[in-house]
């Protein structure tokens, strides 16, 4: 592991960067949980943002990725992971996960008054 580590070090960043677009999520948050280096090439928002778009076009709206990085997510890693479990999780994580509130929107017949 040292002697990746050292290699690391001598690449480049942008090309690491690079080639860590080329991945998916679940490979994106296996590498983060490799080394401090590359976690943090990992947890690029860029990386995530790209992610996201490929994965849920509708994410690329201006609308969008103002809600996205404007929520209680904050950035699209966070999303990302929400939206698609990456780790499991055992039933004190899960009890104690994000609930999020019913949209009042997408029940018309409820009101909020």
Partial sequence: MERLICHLQSINGDLVTDILSRVDGSALASVASTCSELRGIARDQGLWKKLCHSRWPSTALEEAEH??????????DKF???ACQLVLYDEVASANSLKLPEC???NPGTSTL
């Fill in 80 to 82: 990302y992971s929400d």
């Fill in 104 to 106: 009042a929107e997408l």
């Fill in 67 to 76: 809600l996205i990085s404007g929520s209680i997510h904050g950035c699209f």
